[in-house]
């Protein structure tokens, strides 16, 4: 890999970069991978086109980039716990995790990142929308800014159920701990660890309200920032090939992706990648 120039090419003004010149399936060089890590952190969320990849080639790239965990309540694919199968098929008219959202947020050490590899996609549709963190946060008033200054943010799985984002309600594939209830307490603006940059860390489909804030207090200004987070400017949207891979920053970016494929099958294949405590 090390005779390969990586390219990175912008897909929008927010965030968001497709990278070319690389071969997923062949060993990365430390040299390229520095390069693919830091356009993560450039563009928080990047795209990989045409990447025919097996199982273990595709956790083996994975590992250069963080620790893939077990997804908390879903098995992994045969002979790969750490890989699990995102599906909506023919018949189904629900996609999970269906709208906007970081990644577990309702977990005390949320998902550094994720990683999807599509495997089959409908013939169009299932397109997926990613939004900047950064940018919701800095470009809210001083005066909210200030607001927000040390409030936590309390995460429920049990709005995720509500909000069809826990994938263990695929039945099939459900573990025993998937009835479980996970709350954890985040700060609502958190600063990326490799960055120093702030973000705002709350989200539509986890955030149930703040510490020491009513549900009733909390709900006028949760309801601001879920509007307001994701504005068109904020966001990209990525349209599927089949063995495209997208590797978003959930400390950072937040995603949707669009139900709009009813009587197709979209088949992806999820690796997530360990995280820290925000801060």
Same mark, same amino acid.
Request: proline share 5%.
């Given at each position: ?13 927010? @965030?968001?970069?497709?990278? $070319? $010149?690389?071969?997923? &399936? ?6 390229? =991978? ?23 080639? #595709? @956790? ?7 620790? *893939? =965990? ?10 790969? %716990? ?13 996609? #999970?995790?269906?709208?906007?959202? %970081? ?9 550094? /990142? &994720? ?7 409908? *013939? ?16 809210? &008033? ?12 309390? &995460?429920?799985?049990? +709005? ?11 039945? !099939? %594939? ?5 009835? +479980? %209830? ?27 309200? #703040?510490? /020491? @804030?009513?549900?009733?207090? !909390? ?19 990525? =349209?599927?090939? *089949? ?13 949707? *992706? ?14 997530? @990648? ?6």
């Amino acid at each position: 890999m090390g005779d390969q120039k990586v390219t990175v090419s912008r897909v929008a003004g927010a @965030l968001g970069a497709e990278i $070319g $010149g690389v071969d997923l &399936s062949q060993p990365l060089d430390d040299g390229t =991978v520095a390069q693919i890590r830091q356009a993560l952190l450039d563009h928080l969320v990047i795209f990989f086109r045409d990447q025919d990849l097996t199982p273990a080639q #595709f @956790l083996e790239f994975a590992r250069r980039f963080g620790k *893939p =965990v077990e997804y908390p309540f879903v098995r992994g694919i045969e002979g790969f %716990s750490e890989i699990i199968e995102v599906a909506k098929l023919e018949h189904e008219t629900i996609n #999970f995790g269906g709208v906007w959202h %970081s990644d577990t947020t309702y977990l005390e050490e949320p998902p550094m /990142g &994720s990683m999807l590899l599509a495997r089959e996609i409908p *013939p169009y549709g299932g397109d997926t929308l990613f939004a900047n963190q950064y940018l919701a946060y800095e470009t809210l &008033s001083d005066g909210m800014k200030r607001i927000l200054e040390g409030l936590v943010g309390i &995460s429920s799985s049990a +709005k995720a159920d509500v909000t069809r984002t826990r994938e263990d309600r695929i039945k !099939s %594939s459900a573990k025993e701990d998937a009835k +479980k %209830s996970y709350i954890a307490e985040h700060p609502a603006v958190r600063t990326h660890p490799e960055t120093g940059r702030k973000a705002l860390f709350v989200n539509t489909a986890h955030t149930i309200g #703040f510490k /020491g @804030l009513t549900e009733e207090e !909390s709900a006028p200004i949760l309801e601001y920032l879920f509007r307001h987070q994701v504005r068109p400017e904020f966001t990209c949207r990525f =349209v599927w090939q *089949p063995n495209s891979i997208a590797f978003w920053d959930n400390r950072c970016a937040q995603h949707n *992706p669009i139900n709009d494929y009813h009587g197709f099958r979209r088949i992806m294949h999820r690796i997530t @990648l360990a995280g820290d405590r925000p801060r």
